[in-house]
């Protein structure tokens, strides 16, 4: 299995931007489709993005869709979640998480076996 680190987390004004990473450790971060998940008090965790292994293919919410990137280096084991014109309702804690599957799979939390301890990203108004 992979371990996943989250950073970059923090608070942003409405309208901000904020770049998150995932650092996974082991040899074979190529293999994992990974995706970004998030949860907000009260609510339940819900998918934002995930990426291929190769990192040619991506699938985003379609409350993110042209505001989130989400990309992956895979020669620095690293996923990242680029976030743009953020708001109020993006506030949560934002997790990464690793699967052993690839697309089309990619949205389904139940597909995942690794997740991250999540990092909190806080929006301002």
């Known amino acids: 299995q992979v371990q996943l680190v989250e950073s970059g987390g923090g608070l942003v004004q409405a309208g901000g931007s904020l770049r998150l990473s995932c650092a996974a450790s082991?040899?074979?971060?190529?293999?994992?489709?990974m995706g970004w998940f998030r949860q907000a008090p009260g609510k339940e965790r819900e998918f934002v993005a995930g990426?291929?292994?190769?990192?040619?293919?991506?699938s985003y919410a379609d409350s993110v869709k042209g505001r989130f990137t989400i990309s992956r280096d895979n020669a620095k084991n690293t996923v990242y979640l680029q976030m743009s014109s953020l708001k109020a309702g993006d506030a949560a804690v934002y997790y990464c998480a690793a699967t052993n599957e690839d697309m089309p799979t990619i949205r389904r939390q139940d597909r995942y076996d690794c997740w991250g301890q999540g990092t909190q990203v806080t929006v301002s108004s």
């Open positions: 990426i291929s292994r190769s990192g040619g293919i991506s």
């Open positions: 082991g040899r074979t971060f190529s293999s994992y489709g």
